[in-house]
C-alpha cells in the first residue's frame, strides 16, 4: 500500500456525499442503532445524536428494555425497541434475535455503542453480520472484542462493514500492548482490514481510515477529542452518512473529517478542553453546507 491520502475538504469534494432525497423520511435513509446497557445507555443517544445531524430520516433503536423508556423521552424522533436483558444489564442474545426482522429494512445499522463486554455482545454481532441485509454495518465499542474471530462473515460482505476501534481496542483485538499499536497504528489498521475485508477507522490524535486497497489520515482535529461518548458520536455520523447512501468508505471518510472539524470549531468557540460530546453533533449540519456536502 501506498502512503496515506489525506482527508480534507479538497479531497472530499471529489467524492460527494448523495444527494437528499426529496420525500418521505423513508427516502432520506433509515438506519437502526443496536447497544446501551443499563450502566451505559447514554452512548446510544450519543450515537443517535450523530446520525440525524449528519442527515439520516428515520431512526430506530433497540436498547436495553430498562433504558429504552428514558431514551425515548431524550430522543423522540426515534422509534425505540426495549430488548430483554442479561443479568449485567446488557443486551441478550435472544433479545438481539427478536429484533432482526425489525431493523431489516435499514440502510445502515449500528452495532455496539454501550454494550456491556461479555458473550452476548459476540453473540450479537455474529447474528448482525449473518443476517440477509444490504445494509452498510458500523461496529463500535462493545462489539469489537471478539470481531476477528468472525472473519468468513465479515469478508462475505465485500467491504460493507467498517470498524471503529482506539488503540486499546485495537490492541485487545490482536492481542499485542497498547503501546504497539500506537507506534504503527497504520500497520495495525492495514492488517485488520485485509484479514477481515472491513473497513477500519484507526481512531487517536491522527486518524487514518483503512481498506483492503487505500489508506487515508487525518490530524486537523482537536485534543478535546478525547473525551467520553466522542467515539460513539463519530460511530453515529458515519452510520447516518451511510443510511444516506454514502458508501462503507466515503462515510468513514466523511465521517472522520466532519467529527474532526466539529472538534476545531468547539476548541475555538469554547476552548481547547472542556466542550462535550454531546456538543459535537450540534456542528454536524453547518459543516455539510460549508464544504459542499450536499448536506
Partial sequence: MSNPFPIDARRLATRPLPQPAEGSKDLRGRLAIIGGSREVPGAVLLAAMGAMRAGAGKLKIATAVSCAAALA???PEALVIGLEETVAGGLSCGGIRS???RIGDSDAILVGP???EEPDCDDALRL??????????VVDAGALPKIVEHADLLNARKSNVVITPHAGEMANLLGVSREEIESEPLRAAKGVADKLGVIVVMKGSSSFVVSPSEAWYY???AVGLATSGSGDVLAGIITGLAARGASATDAALWGVFLHGEAGAQLSKTIGPLGYLARELPGCIPRLLVENSANG
Fill in 73 to 75: 423521552v431524550a430522543i
Fill in 219 to 221: 490530524d486537523g482535529g
Fill in 114 to 116: 454501550g454494550m456491556v
Fill in 128 to 137: 448482525i453480520t449473518a443476517y440477509e441485509t444490504d445494509a452498510v454495518i
Fill in 99 to 101: 429484533v432482526l426482522d
